[in-house]
């Protein structure tokens, strides 16, 4: 591991926008980098998922894998500030730092000779709406022949993701006459609606003992403030650690949007996202090497938790999975989202003997 060419490509890695389905330049870049390093069958494949093969023995392979795209629109600026042992900057720890570690990856296993092909993945669609359609390619070309998928994550070293966290995701469309503000004053206003029944929404109590979350994260509508809005829209986020207690949030929102009082107002709802629940068990061999690879570096603080990232779909199909972060950081999709340095080493070491015990496993 070469600390500073690590550091130096996360920062590069950041500075190239990737919003979800544009993840395009940055694959270029990560492309480039899986040639110069000598990566064998290296390909895009028909989503945009960037692959590259480190050879091993007959053994089934090993999956490691890290999303290109970020959360940030195309003309975020992506400045970074170095300030001691942390750099700030949107999208570092989320998930430009994984991509480096991808990449530093690809020059030092081949000189170790693992024991089974190891596939790097730098994958597409992670992000919002990206549905995890990346790893949902991936996963349905390798399937169960693999030992195991290994998910990078930047801030959140110290902790290990061995379930997937289910997600439904909807937007409610509301549409009406609309008109002038003044010459139509009193007819029904889309954003009135949308806001009287956002409102409703906001107030729906949640479970306390299943962890449950529901949230309003976008919401758009109208021409212009002197007009009444003739259609307006919001999207929802509703995630829960119980499935049975997912699907009772969703009739709940379903029930408060059917009951609000539309009058002459229309509106449509649909499902534009849906991500798979699934759990690794807690006494599964790669568990357990996994929390022993983070314990080895000195992490005395091993959380092991559920979370919404591409290890959903390995998990929700039955196959071996985790999520692993990589160094200490904060602030995640903010443009003050950071990560501290010094960590980095102890993450990389604690991946590469994961890697190791992983191939080993029989």
Request: glycine share 10%; aromatic share 4%.
């Amino acid at each position: 591991m070469d600390f500073n060419r690590l550091i130096q490509r996360a920062i590069d890695i950041q500075s190239i926008p990737a919003p979800t389905f544009h993840e395009d330049a940055r694959r270029v870049y990560m492309q480039n980098e899986f040639i110069q390093a000598g990566l064998l069958d290296i390909e895009v494949d028909s989503v945009g998922n960037l692959l590259g093969r480190v050879p091993g023995s007959s053994k089934p392979a090993l999956i490691i894998s890290a999303h290109l795209d970020s959360v940030f629109p195309e003309q975020t600026p992506l400045e970074i500030q170095h300030l001691g042992n942390r750099i700030i900057g949107p999208g570092i720890g989320d998930n430009a730092i994984s991509l480096a570690v991808l990449l530093e990856l690809a020059i030092d296993l081949p000189s170790v000779q693992p024991a089974a092909d190891v596939w790097l993945v730098a994958n597409v669609g992670e992000e919002g709406l990206g549905n995890l359609i990346g790893m949902k390619e991936v996963a349905r070309r390798f399937g169960d022949e693999v030992t195991a998928y290994i998910v990078l994550e930047g801030m959140s070293l110290g902790q290990i993701y061995n379930a997937g966290l289910p997600v439904r995701r909807y937007r409610l469309t509301v549409k009406t006459e609309g008109g002038h503000a003044w010459n139509h004053a009193g007819r029904t206003s889309a954003i009135h609606e949308l806001v009287a029944v956002g409102s409703q929404l906001a107030k729906l109590p949640l479970p306390q003992q299943i962890r449950t979350s529901f949230n309003m994260g976008q919401i758009d509508g109208g021409i212009s403030i002197n007009s009444i809005a003739s259609r307006a829209s919001l999207e929802m986020d509703l995630r829960s650690e119980g499935e049975a207690t997912l699907e009772e949030l969703e009739q709940e929102v379903m029930k408060c949007i059917e009951g609000h009082p539309w009058g002459d107002a229309r509106y449509e709802i649909e499902q534009i996202g849906r991500r798979p629940g699934g759990k690794l068990a807690e006494g599964h061999p790669l568990l357990s090497i996994a929390i022993d690879a983070v314990r080895s570096v000195g992490e005395a603080k091993i959380k092991i938790q559920s979370g919404s990232t591409d290890a959903n779909i390995p998990l929700s199909m039955g196959f071996p999975a985790i999520c692993l972060g990589l160094t200490y950081g904060g602030d995640a999709h903010s443009l003050q989202e950071y990560i501290d340095l010094e960590p980095v080493v102890r993450g990389y070491r604690a991946l590469v003997k994961l890697i190791h015990d992983t191939l080993e496993l029989e």
